[in-house]
């Protein structure tokens, strides 16, 4: 007999018994479905009062459209419990009426309902906000506008000065971002959010005061400077034609002041409305308590009627897992030359390709075994055919990228003449397009160098010439090269290492790996806070090289992912940094033909540790 029909036959075993099953269930279960969909309103009582609770709550957060919403659930609890006390048809399914002795629990919870629901009513008919905190919320999104252009006025203003009023001009950009932040915790304050930002707008408020005093020289007597970091700053008077905007500044600013700390000090829902909601919550623990004795009562009476059906439910079971055993046991023998059709699929999916499985039966596992056997030599051809075309693709791109960059040379080098003013002088709107040109240069140079590196290291083509160096001095040139830019973004960059250590590798490359770690870093580093610590740890046989950030972090879905071809952590299109996503592949690349490891340890918010050894040898 053929595989198909002994399989034919034992499925027919197996349906006839589950038909038998099926019929002798559906007789048991179509007695107690009316009381399992009653059972099912029954809990859906408490269903209902969870949605009046968030609903309730939904209001408190201005969303007035929803007091329709709660009037509809009030009306669909009482149509529900009206229903389980008298039984009928109730959105076309039987319900049956509950029984006499659970009459007592039916009434509690009917009692618990009049309570709750006059606290609904209240809450569906009472005004939901303060007018006067609602007033000055309105009042503040209003002025935050002018508030935000007269800052930005100081900021021009203050543009014209020297050095001397460097601070000034800080102090006047923190203001721009604060007033924007005023707006925007208040516009949060408006939709319901103040239990997170009452605590940020006082900061921006106190911060702000405490900023134009400093700019008016004015005294900061208040204690609450001292607990938000904030100090007297002893700085050099503006000069009366440039603090225009900062006069207009002062009194639309003592003005919003008063508004912003009224709304810190009140709640936008209304006194009455937040007692309602209390009183509701209250009512609605005491509510469900009793809806879930109702349930749990009913279930243990039907409960007491299913124990009648188990004994019977039970000799079911034990003869199907008889009939079963025997129907898995006829399978079994029947597709036992499966494994071995089996063990061969896993060869091929391995990379053993051409391989010949020998079966030599004419039944329906023969037949696959030769498509299995032709199917794995045509897979061997195709791939031999892919290796040649993916090996001419890489050494034409690594190609055409040598190529590229032949162009860019002389764009940087007559840029380089330009702005060295050779050929004569420039104004300042040619010298900005000109650096343009030269930075625009130098990033694609970067790119192209990026992605020659990532192919030759694809091709195996990148050539690492180690010989013996002092990694103290590699990291301490590197340091060097990258201070600039860390000193632009205000970021401290420092090593540790107090003395040589000696190891075996390409300084060129180690430096390229180094300079790509540090870049990274410099991106993912808050100004003024950031550090950036690049440290070594000494082993008999290798040195593993440390470089260690307090930036943002990298999510734990990307940690795993950093080290691929053209991978980047953030592929937004607002994204503030740019970037090929081959710096990390390529640092990866190089490390592993020095034939050491290369990986990253990192968390959100606090920071990234990138580590790679060197081997000594």
């Not at 083509?461 to 002092?470: E, G």
């Amino acid at each position: 007999m053929k595989i198909t029909q002994k399989t034919y036959l034992l499925l027919g075993v197996i349906i006839g018994v589950s038909a038998v099953n099926l019929f002798i269930l559906l007789s048991l279960s179509q007695q107690n479905l009316d009381v399992l969909h009653s059972i099912s309103y029954a809990n859906n009582l408490k269903v209902i009062v969870e949605r009046i609770s968030g609903t309730a709550d939904s209001i408190a957060n201005g969303n007035l459209t929803d007091k329709q919403t709660l009037e509809s659930e009030i009306t669909d609890f009482e149509q529900t419990y009206v229903v389980l006390g008298i039984g009928g048809m109730f959105q076309g399914t039987t319900i049956v009426a509950i029984p006499s002795n659970l009459q007592p629990i039916y009434n509690q919870v009917g009692n618990s309902w009049q309570e709750y629901k006059q606290d609904a009513e209240k809450i569906r008919q009472e005004t939901v906000f303060d007018p006067k905190v609602k007033n000055a919320i309105i009042y503040v999104l209003g002025k935050n506008g002018d508030l935000i252009s007269l800052t930005n006025g100081v900021v021009n203003d203050l543009a014209p000065l020297d050095r001397n009023y460097n601070e000034h001009k800080r102090i006047a950009a923190d203001m721009v971002n604060i007033a924007q932040n005023i707006g925007q915790d208040t516009l949060l304050i408006s939709i319901g959010e103040e239990k997170n930002t009452t605590t940020s707008i006082t900061k921006d408020r106190i911060t702000f005061d405490g900023d134009l005093k400093n700019l008016e020289g004015m005294p900061l007597d208040s204690p609450d400077y001292a607990k938000y970091g904030i100090k007297q700053e002893n700085l050099q008077q503006i000069p009366r034609s440039n603090s225009s905007s900062l006069r207009d500044l002062d009194p639309l600013w003592e003005a919003e002041e008063a508004k912003i700390e009224f709304i810190e000090n009140n709640t936008l829902v209304s006194k009455e409305f937040d007692s309602d909601l209390k009183s509701l919550e209250l009512q609605r623990e005491v509510l469900l308590d009793a809806t879930s004795e109702f349930v749990d009562e009913w279930n243990k009476l039907v409960d007491s009627k299913l124990n009648q059906n188990v004994i019977m439910v039970q000799i079911l079971l034990i003869l199907d897992m008889g009939i079963f055993v025997v129907v898995m046991l006829s399978i079994r023998k029947s597709l036992r030359p499966l494994q071995m059709l089996t063990n061969a699929i896993v060869r091929i999916k391995e990379g053993f390709y051409g391989e010949s499985i020998n079966y030599n039966s004419n039944d329906e596992i023969g037949e696959l075994a030769n498509t299995i056997n032709s199917m794995s030599s045509t897979i061997q051809k195709k791939e031999e055919e892919n290796r040649k075309v993916e090996i001419a693709k890489d050494e034409f791109l690594a190609m055409i990228t040598h190529e590229l960059k032949t162009p860019l040379v002389p764009i940087q080098g007559y840029s380089d003449i330009l702005l060295g003013e050779h050929l004569g002088s420039l104004n300042k709107n040619q010298k900005e397009r000109l650096e343009v040109i030269r930075s625009s240069a130098a990033s694609l140079l970067q790119l192209i160098s990026d992605l020659l590196d990532a192919q030759k290291l694809e091709l195996g083509q990148l050539r690492i010439k180690k010989s013996n160096h002092n990694l103290k001095k590699t990291i301490e040139n590197t340091i060097i090269a990258m201070q600039p830019q860390a000193t632009i973004d205000h970021i401290k960059l420092i090593q540790n290492l107090d003395r040589d250590i000696y190891a075996n590798y390409d300084e060129e490359r180690i430096m390229q790996v180094l300079t790509n770690l540090i870049k990274n870093s410099l991106k993912a580093t808050p100004p003024r806070t950031g550090v950036i610590e690049v440290s070594a740890k000494d082993s008999p046989d290798e040195v593993t090289i440390f470089v260690k950030d307090n930036g943002k972090g990298i999510p734990p879905d990307a940690i795993d992912k950093v080290f691929k071809k053209f991978y980047q952590v953030d592929t937004s299109s607002t994204r503030e940094s740019g970037g090929s996503g081959l710096g990390l592949s390529i640092c990866k690349g190089i490390i592993e033909a020095h034939g050491g490891r290369i990986w990253v340890q990192s968390e959100i918010g606090k920071g990234s540790l990138f580590a790679f050894t060197v081997s000594k040898k």
